[in-house]
């Protein structure tokens, strides 16, 4: 039977169901947002340009909310940073539509909807279930976490653009903004204590390595910082970062300069969400039987061919639908695994923030990936540029991924206070 702080299995179900849910509308609200770009172009009269900007920023602090909400959820608890990002990310997106400047969208899906989907999303998620979990379910709930982000993606692409195409871009908008308040009752099973064993007298339940005395959060960020495998973890979110925020910014745009219709863009990014559902499992499902840094090579690797492909193959809806399988099986796969080397290298107790600093490289990234595909749109009128150097960096991150050493680093706080 569990001991005193582990988890009833139907308790363990419900605490990942319900990441999961939360984590399919967060990202179902973050992965849509490119089909916004032309119509609010087209509104608002500001350009691609600087409406790229603008999300550029959002893909930034998207990252750069994770590690601070998770430092918080990681002392007072994930429910209430989950609730207060509801409320930022319900907030941010019915008030986009009242704006018509650069700086207005840069407040609003910039900061508030982009810093409200960050408390939502994977660091706090996959931290909150990894400090509740045994070793060996770890890598599965992540991953199954992972697939529903990318089943938010499948559901709500399809579904906003035709609303779009049937009410306009801002009840599409609003639409969003309601739904998104449906993560505040999901918050319920990630609250403090929630789902935990009572404790039974006969049984003596041994201590948690994270409970070990002397070692802050401070303290344990040093030491992270200094250990060359957590940074080519880094570097390699990084890329996967600017890939995927350029495809979910630009991929509209792409399909329009082929003279292929909306609802192509929005069926491939449905398909992107579909596909990376069975990538983000099996990678999770992997990761429990093979080195996760060859998986994460392979998925980077494998990442270059296929847009190799893409760029040498006729400009099809059914080229878009291949294209968009083939990556979506990749897509946000890198999860997973990324998130278990974190965990293996530095144990649970500070995950989602450690977790949240490599979702910030990945966001790094993300701003360059929509902001240059914006500038590069303009300067050339395509994104031919974008696709060669979404090549390159990908092959670059596949290679830095191969020296990380799966052991853990010593966290004893005699060796943590010589770091």
């Not at 172009?41 to 750069?64: C, D, E, K, P, R």
């Not at 840094?293 to 980077?300: E, G, I, N, T």
């Amino acid at each position: 039977m569990p001991t005193q702080n582990e988890m009833t299995p139907r308790a363990a179900w419900l605490l990942i169901l319900a990441a999961s849910a939360i984590l399919m509308i967060t990202m179902g609200a973050r992965l849509t947002t490119g089909l916004f770009l032309s119509p609010i172009n087209t509104s608002t009269g500001l350009g691609v340009a600087s409406i790229s900007f603008a999300m550029a920023i959002g893909q930034f602090v998207w990252g750069a909310a994770q590690p601070v909400f998770g430092a918080v959820a990681d002392k007072w608890g994930s429910a209430k940073v989950i609730i207060l990002g509801a409320v930022m990310l319900a907030a941010g997106m019915a008030a986009t539509p009242f704006v018509s400047s650069q700086w207005g969208l840069m407040l609003t899906m910039g900061l508030l909807t982009a810093a409200g989907a960050g408390a939502g999303s994977f660091s706090i998620l996959i931290g909150a279930t990894a400090q509740r979990l045994p070793a060996a379910r770890r890598p599965f709930a992540a991953g199954f976490i992972n697939a529903g982000g990318s089943f938010g993606q499948f559901v709500f692409a399809p579904l906003m653009q035709a609303i779009i195409n049937s009410a306009g871009w801002i009840a599409a908008m609003l639409t969003m903004a309601a739904t998104t308040l449906l993560t505040i009752p999901l918050a319920w099973p990630l609250r403090k204590g929630a789902g935990l064993a009572k404790a039974d007298p006969a049984v003596v339940a041994p201590p948690k390595p994270a409970e070990v005395p002397g070692i802050g959060l401070g303290a344990q960020i040093k030491i992270a910082l200094r250990d060359r495998s957590y940074l080519c973890l880094h570097a390699g979110f990084f890329t996967c970062g600017f890939h995927i925020a350029f495809l979910v910014t630009h991929l509209p745009g792409e399909v329009a300069l082929c003279s292929l219709p909306a609802g192509v863009s929005a069926n491939a990014l449905a398909l992107i969400g579909l596909f990376n559902i069975a990538g983000s499992l099996t990678a999770g499902a992997l990761s429990t039987r093979y080195r996760m840094k060859s998986l994460l090579a392979l998925m980077y690797a494998s990442r270059a061919v296929i847009v190799v492909a893409y760029l040498l193959a006729p400009k099809t809806p059914m080229t878009f639908y291949v294209f968009a399988g083939a990556l979506g099986f990749t897509w946000l796969a890198t999860v997973p695994p990324t998130a278990g080397l974190v965990g293996k290298l530095f144990g649970m107790r500070y995950l989602s923030t450690l977790f949240g600093l490599t979702l910030l490289s990945h966001q790094v990234g993300g701003f360059f990936g929509a902001w240059l595909g914006g500038l590069s749109f303009v300067a050339y009128g395509d994104f031919t540029w974008m696709w060669y150097a979404d090549i390159v960096l990908a092959l670059a991150a596949a290679l830095i991924n191969l020296p990380i050493r799966e052991a853990h680093v010593v966290r004893e706080p005699a060796l943590a206070a010589k770091a």
